[in-house]
T-cell receptor, first 111, second 115 residues
Framework: AQSVTQPDIHITVSEGASLELRCNYSYGATPYLFWYVQSPGQGLQLLLKYFSGDTLVQGIKGFEAEFKRSQSSFNLRKPSVHWSDAAEYFC?????????FGQGTTLQVKP | EPEVTQTPSHQVTQMGQEVILRCVPI?????FYWYRQILGQKVEFLVSFYNNEISEKSEIFDDQFSVERPDGSNFTLKIRSTKLEDSAMYFC?????????????FGPGTRLTVL
């Protein structure tokens, strides 16, 4: 069955440090992958998406993600984290129009 | 920028009561979704809706649930007789087309608390 796994439930980084959030997927065909962010009390905001082409995709707020088919991964990265990046991050794959989400990773940013 | 809106932001109800959660999708979107997120768990698909009928529903979406587009703007989720386990954040989403490359836009959610 199609699934998305985010191995890290909670990550803490210092402000200014780099960030990588992991996402692995299980999907038979070419996956269409998304990263969403949920700030406290807010809805889900799309950070970036991958459909085809260049495997490194750029998103909003300085985020990028790299699709690696050989590793079934779509990890999210940011070179320098800001305190406002503290939120919950969800990786998702689309299946017949609906989104299948991972468990989410909560990012805490230390000053 | 157009956005999906949801009301109320928080709903508290007694077990066994009916609740209606309301959503106003983006105006030129044609595909509508409800998802839910139980506290501490992943966001789960409930139902998709297109052309005034359900396209797909999950096993969570049993006979207690129904969806409706009563007019040209609102999209509602009704839970007929709420249970404690229905307590969750409910998200509405909309999409312009069914293309796999098209983005779903989410509303801010309604937090439902069943006592």
């Amino acid at each position: 069955a199609q699934s998305v796994t985010q191995p890290d439930i909670h990550i803490t980084v210092s402000e200014g440090a780099s960030l990588e959030l992991r996402c692995n997927y299980s999907y038979g065909a070419t996956p269409y992958l998304f990263w969403y962010v949920q700030s406290p009390g807010q809805g889900l905001q799309l950070l970036l998406k991958y459909f085809s082409g260049d495997t490194l995709v750029q998103g909003i707020k300085g985020f990028e993600a790299e699709f690696k088919r050989s590793q079934s991964s779509f990890n999210l990265r940011k070179p320098s984290v800001h305190w406002s990046d503290a939120a919950e991050y969800f990786c998702a794959v689309v299946l017949r129009g609906k989104l299948i989400f991972g468990q989410g990773t909560t990012l805490q940013v230390k000053p | 920028e157009p956005e999906v809106t949801q009301t109320p932001s928080h709903q508290v109800t007694q077990m066994g009561q009916e609740v209606i959660l309301r959503c106003v999708p983006i105006s030129n979107h044609l595909y509508f979704y409800w998802y839910r997120q139980i506290l501490g768990q992943k966001v789960e698909f409930l139902v998709s809706f297109y052309n005034n009928e359900i396209s797909e529903k999950s096993e969570i979406f049993d006979d207690q649930f129904s969806v409706e587009r009563p007019d040209g703007s609102n999209f509602t989720l009704k839970i007929r007789s709420t249970k404690l386990e229905d307590s969750a954040m409910y998200f509405c989403a909309s999409r312009k087309t069914q293309g796999r490359t098209d983005t779903q836009y989410f509303g801010p959610g309604t937090r439902l608390t069943v006592l």
